[in-house]
């Protein structure tokens, strides 16, 4: 009798989490599994303009209202590039975030990323870990704004760079990831970077262009505001921040060194969702297309990562958000000034299927057709 009002009490609980759309925390990856999807899913490495330290991008808060009311828990993130990723994941609770990017430096400096959350219990001690800085307990007690500048005017530690090194060794060695040293060589050039600028860390081209604008600073980034005021990066919000440290502690953030014009890597994470029955919910490109057309459109590396859009197991509400220089013709007006790099949201599903008709002529169009910052500027919520 008892087994049956057992069975009766589990079969409610089922019926109640399909209803609020509740879904079972993912399961850790092992280390072992992790260094597996890590290695299967990169490819070679190639070359790129910049290092890339830090995201050059003060719009990321814009649309973290709308991403919470519209992607679904449980869902899976693809993103781009350094720490910007980590404000998507603290704002919506992902099962599995995937960082693609076609430099190797960057899987380093996710690896490297990895080690300040699993050691790092508090925002403000992964921000002094990264900038090798002391940690002060007192930096606890003062608003988001004030410790950071508290971290930037804090002296370089010099014996934190040993610290944080031997740290990351053990780190690449418990996944069984191997280091060439050329690996090693980039390992000092970004602790050296951090520990001399600090906060001033920026995006900049190792060939300056001439007329290319100032690139925000670190500080700028992690200080953005969402439209309501209020900071949008994850550093901001404790919860937030544990959010993606226990993504990081059970090895649910794999970065990967890949193409988004290229044919292996988003095949490999196509067959690794799919045997998981896991689907994206978004899939954050930056400007990467900028890149896959700089000279005539379609061109095969564009054509390539539309492919790869088709074949990642996604629904009709995944989302596609990009961003681009201000300076597009047809871009004004955005819902909220007037940034160096705007984000645009768009359903993935329905950008692969206007690009295939061809109604996509040209780069412009690509990130404007079916631009959903207005809805995101003043509905409640999505309308499907």
């Not at 070359?47 to 814009?62: H, L, P």
């Not at 990323?113 to 940690?135: D, G, I, N, S």
Request: with cysteine; glycine share 8%.
């Amino acid at each position: 009798m008892r087994k049956n009002h057992l069975f009766a009490l589990l079969a409610c609980l089922v019926a109640v989490a399909a209803y609020i759309g509740w879904a079972p925390r993912a399961p850790a990856l092992t280390d072992q599994v992790f260094g597996q999807w890590l290695e299967q899913c990169s490819e070679q490495g190639q070359d790129f303009i910049s290092d890339n330290w830090v995201s050059n991008e003060t719009a990321y808060a814009d649309h973290l209202a709308f991403l919470r009311r519209a992607i679904p828990s449980g869902s899976v993130f693809i993103g781009v590039g350094p720490e910007q990723n980590f404000s998507y994941l603290a704002a919506v609770p992902f099962r599995y975030a995937f960082i693609v990017d076609i430099r190797r430096g960057n899987l380093l400096q996710h690896l490297y990323y990895k080690v300040l959350f699993e050691e790092c219990p508090t925002p403000q001690h992964w921000l002094a870990a990264l900038c090798l800085r002391r940690y002060d307990p007192g930096w606890q007690h003062l608003s988001y704004g004030d410790w950071l500048e508290a971290v930037g005017r804090a002296p370089a530690d010099p014996g934190q760079s040993a610290l944080w090194r031997d740290r990351f060794l053990r780190e690449v060695d418990r996944i069984h990831f191997s280091l060439r040293d050329s690996d090693r060589e980039f390992l000092t050039s970004l602790q050296r970077e951090f520990s001399a600028k600090g906060l001033d860390v920026r995006f900049e081209y190792r060939l300056p262009k001439a007329g290319e604008p100032t690139f925000p600073s670190f500080r700028e980034v992690l200080l953005a505001r969402d439209p309501a005021g209020s900071y949008g990066c994850f550093l901001a919000d404790p919860g937030g921040y544990g959010r993606v440290r226990r993504m990081q502690q059970e090895n649910r953030i794999i970065p990967v060194v890949g193409d988004f014009g290229g044919r292996r890597t988003f095949g490999e994470i196509a067959c690794i969702l799919r045997q998981h029955n896991l689907k994206v919910g978004l899939f954050y490109a930056s400007n990467v297309e900028f890149y896959l057309m700089p000279r005539q459109f379609p061109g095969a590396k564009m054509e390539n990562f539309v492919w790869n859009l088709e074949c990642l197991p996604t629904t009709a509400a995944t989302l596609l958000l990009r961003t681009h220089k201000m300076a597009l013709p047809g871009s004004d007006p955005y819902p909220w000034g007037k940034p160096l790099f705007v984000p645009r949201l768009q359903f993935l599903r329905r950008f692969v299927q206007r690009y295939e008709k061809g109604e996509l002529p040209d780069y412009a169009q690509c990130l404007l057709q079916d631009d959903l910052s207005l809805r995101s500027a003043t509905s409640p919520a999505l309308r499907k």
